[in-house]
């Protein structure tokens, strides 16, 4: 086992240890299919709990979304995310003429499943925000991956937005049934659509 094999062996523990988080899957079963899951998204620990949620199977070809500006921060933070959780780098700052989706597409086109987070950024209002265009342009783009909505709930307390130590808590995530866009549906009905699809999920 390698130093990055055992390093993620280890964080899946830590956060089932913190959150004792289990995966639900209410909608479709944790099969080794093309997959973009998005979720709701308020803490950086996020897409560290779906990675945990997923069998073992399924991580080693499900890559996180990362902010290249904070995930390249450090070195450590840089050997994390590249070697462990294998993540996509976006650029949150970036010119007139990058395509912010070139790295999801790239992943995509190899065959990964990505963990994604359609509000592009983070929130501490109970319901998400309005998501941004970009998931709806990867299901036009790619109609044979399964989008997979997903909520995280609780994960708030546990690593609030601008505190660095996480609190145990119980936290879950929810998998529902994946969409797909449909043959004349437009960008605004879709990702209201998939908004919706997400807060189904939240439990009541």
């Known amino acids: 086992m390698s130093l990055a094999d055992l390093m993620g062996y280890l964080l899946a523990l830590v956060a089932r240890l913190i959150t004792g988080t289990q995966g639900h899957w209410k909608g479709c079963p944790p099969t080794a299919e093309q997959r973009i899951y998005f979720a709701n998204h308020q803490s950086h620990f996020d897409w560290v709990l779906i990675w945990a949620a997923l069998p073992k199977d399924l991580r080693a070809t499900t890559r996180p979304i990362a902010a290249r500006d904070y995930w390249t921060a450090t070195p450590f933070k840089r050997w994390l995310t590249r070697e462990v959780f294998n993540a996509v780098y976006v650029a949150r700052q970036r010119s007139d003429d990058q395509d912010p989706l ?13 963990v994604i987070f359609p509000e592009g950024t983070r929130s501490n209002q109970g319901e998400p925000q309005s998501f941004k265009s970009g998931l709806y342009h990867l299901a036009r783009q790619f109609p044979q991956v ?14 609030p937005k601008g505190e660095v130590v996480p609190v145990p808590i119980l936290c879950t995530v929810t998998f529902g049934a994946p969409l797909h866009l449909g043959v004349d549906e437009d960008k605004h009905d879709f990702l209201e659509r998939a908004r919706a699809a997400v807060l189904a999920l939240r439990p009541r």
């Open 102 to 114: 070139e790295p999801l597409v790239e992943a995509l086109q190899h065959g990964d499943s990505l």
């Open 146 to 159: 399964q989008q997979v909505p997903a909520w995280i709930d609780n994960v708030q307390r546990v690593m």
